[in-house]
């Protein structure tokens, strides 16, 4: 422990009481690395304060000792931005004490929830006066606020109502100065220069702490519809999604999935089965919702389906018949990552390109990555319709046990390649954190690079927020 470190333990104890303040080792041990327990860090102490008050005291005696924080909420994050650097240096600040939803306007359709409050529990909030947060994701029931919107989630609703950039009406946060930043009025229209709130969205804890969070919320939903359609070609999926947006405003999740994939579920997924009693080379998940309950959703969905059909740009569909059989279409998405895992060893890839390019990227970048590393299979799963998908590399055709470590990096720099050459994002939902920081660093032009570094140390000039992480 260095002495700034064992300062601060010590006068945070008196800031933030006997609760606030953990250093057993065995309750620390859980927190230290990833999620994907890639990462291993460690820490002497996490200090988790109930307040923005305390907060802020933490932020001031975290600058006086020139001590770093490593903010975390539910430590779901991919990118390993939440976890501590491996020589103790740092101290997490775990903001899961901060937990309540603050107010909740149905009128104004806006919630206020501290940084803790995980996102499952808004959820319910919203829910229990008659609205709806959309954004979800499969880390619901641990992620946090104020995680999400450090992070810049996305999740399976972004095509209909944006990342959390969209949903983010006003934010609250310390800033490594110890001053507090009240931006939860919510002003709709505000020009007072600098956005300090959207520089905030996607900071991933290296400008500020994010201690509460002005949330819009929307109508529930009335009734859904889940289908599930059979195409040639990712172009066709496309065709299909912009066929459907031009005759419907109800379609808010559309997630393409390779046949591939959908054979690798059913193998290793239990009570799985195919949705569609004959086979196409790539499938397509659709769901619409309206918050209309005299809309007959599925009537509207079946319709356009059986237009497309009889147009070719489908080879098949199907609605599910209940909700039982449109949660089993959607445990087939969301069990892929689970079942290539249990296929063998996977390098993911989160990337995006400009939509109307993606179709021909996965195609052409899966056949670049087969050609140049023979034996692996590539192919590109999930939210075609925000240009966004998960690149994955399996090693189908490898005995060797360590192909991961081995050869990882180097497709993975080859995938990074000509996804920045398609004018893309090597992170499109996941940010930077430690994992990608080489790879950010290595190609974002030396503009944006440049930018990044001067915000950062304009706003943090003691480098006590979150170092190592996110700026190359
Ligand atoms: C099963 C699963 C499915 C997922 N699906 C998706 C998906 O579909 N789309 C998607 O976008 N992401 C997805 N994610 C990852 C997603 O980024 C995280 O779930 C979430 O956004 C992070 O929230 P968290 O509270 O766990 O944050 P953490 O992991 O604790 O932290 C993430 C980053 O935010 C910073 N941070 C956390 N809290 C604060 C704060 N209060 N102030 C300042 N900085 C802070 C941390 O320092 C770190 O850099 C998934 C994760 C899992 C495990």
């Not at 991919?78 to 903001?95: E, F, K, N, R, V």
Request: some cysteine; hydrophobic content about 45%; aromatic content about 4%.
């Amino acid at each position: 422990m260095t002495e700034g470190e064992s300062k601060l333990i010590e006068t945070a104890r008196e800031a933030l009481g006997p609760h606030g303040v953990i250093t057993d080792a065995a309750d620390i041990e859980p927190w230290v690395s990833d999620w994907r327990g890639r990462v291993h860090g460690a820490s002497p102490a996490i200090l988790a304060p109930s307040s923005t008050d305390e907060v802020a005291a933490i932020v001031k005696l975290a600058g006086k000792h020139r001590v770093p924080l490593v903010p975390q909420g539910g430590n779901t994050g991919m990118a390993a931005g939440a976890t501590p650097s491996a020589d103790g240096s740092q101290l997490l600040l775990s903001m899961r004490r901060m937990n309540r939803i603050r107010s909740i306007n149905a009128e104004g359709r806006l919630a206020v929830a501290e940084a803790g409050v995980v996102l499952e529990t808004l959820h319910e909030a919203a829910h229990e006066v008659g609205l709806r947060f959309p954004l979800t994701l499969g880390s619901r029931g641990s992620c946090t606020i104020g995680g999400l919107t450090s992070t810049n989630a996305g999740g399976t609703q972004v095509l209909k109502f944006g990342t959390m950039r969209s949903l983010v009406a006003g934010v609250e946060a310390v800033l490594p100065d110890g001053s507090v930043h009240s931006g939860l009025t919510s002003l709709k229209k505000d020009n007072r220069g600098y956005s300090l709130d959207q520089l905030l969205i996607g900071a991933e804890g290296t400008l500020g702490v994010i201690t509460a969070v002005a949330l819009k919320l929307v109508p529930a939903v009335a009734a859904r519809a889940v289908a599930w359609a059979g195409v040639e070609t990712p172009a066709r999926a496309l065709e299909l999604l912009r066929f459907l947006e031009a005759r419907t405003s109800s379609i808010e999740g559309f997630e393409l999935v390779p046949e591939d994939s959908l054979q690798l579920v059913l193998k290793h997924v239990p009570g799985t089965r195919a949705p569609l009693n004959d086979q196409h080379n790539w499938q397509v998940l659709i769901e619409a919702t309206t918050a209309d309950a005299n809309t007959d959703v599925g009537a509207e969905l079946e319709q356009l389906l059986g237009t497309a059909l009889q147009q070719g740009i489908i080879g098949n569909a199907v609605l599910a018949a209940n909700e039982a059989q449109a949660d089993a279409f959607w445990k087939i998405r969301d069990t892929i990552s689970e079942a290539e895992r249990a296929e063998g060893q996977t390098l993911a890839h989160d990337i995006s390109v400009p939509v109307g390019d993606m179709p021909d990227f996965i195609i052409e970048a899966a056949k670049k990555v087969e050609q140049a590393f023979p034996g692996v299979i590539a192919s590109g799963f999930g939210h075609l319709g925000d240009g966004n998908i998960h690149f994955h590399v399996r090693a189908a055709g490898h005995s060797n046990p360590n192909w991961y470590e081995d050869e990882g990096a180097k497709i993975t720099r080859f995938v990074d390649n000509l996804v920045t050459q398609a004018g893309g994002s090597i992170s499109a939902e996941h940010g930077i954190g430690q994992l990608k920081l080489e790879e950010f660093g290595r190609l974002a032009p030396p503009g944006r690079v440049n930018a990044l570094r001067a915000i950062k140390h304009a706003l943090d000039p003691l480098g006590i927020m979150n170092p190592g992480k996110l700026v190359p």
